[in-house]
Nanobody, 116 residues
Framework: QVQLVESGGGLVQPGGSLRLSCAVS????????MGWFRQAPGQERELVAHISSGGSTNYADSVKGRCTISRDNAKNTGYLQMNSLKPEDTAVYYC??????????WGQGTQVIVSS
């Protein structure tokens, strides 16, 4: 069974940085695209960043230039480096791994709070 475990969230001041990690069990990680969504209270879930199995990336306009998605296939782990954080980045961040068939695999989420 595939499981995703996020870590790295927390409280950070505006302008600060965080690196989120997504550890994936199972053998699918290396051949699967993955990414990050976020959901703020009262708002819809928003795609933040996506990385293909080959390393191609795309980002939401709201985080371009401030966030970097990466992956380490040897460690079955994906990352989201977030810099110059703003209060509007406050949300629960979820990682996902795409499946060839059926719904994506999801993690349980990690809270990010940007506040002074």
């Amino acid at each position: 069974q595939v499981q995703l475990v996020e870590s790295g969230g927390g409280l950070v001041q505006p302008g600060g940085s965080l690196r989120l990690s997504c550890a994936v069990s199972g053998s699918i990680f290396g051949r699967s695209a993955m990414g990050w969504f976020r959901q703020a209270p009262g708002q819809e879930r928003e795609l933040v960043a996506h990385i293909s199995s080959g390393g191609s990336t795309n980002y939401a306009d709201s985080v371009k230039g401030r966030c970097t998605i990466s992956r380490d296939n040897a460690k079955n782990t994906g990352y989201l480096q977030m810099n110059s954080l703003k209060p509007e980045d406050t949300a629960v961040y979820y990682c996902y791994v795409e499946r060839s068939y059926g719904p994506n695999y999801w993690g349980q989420g990690t809270q990010v709070i940007v506040s002074s």
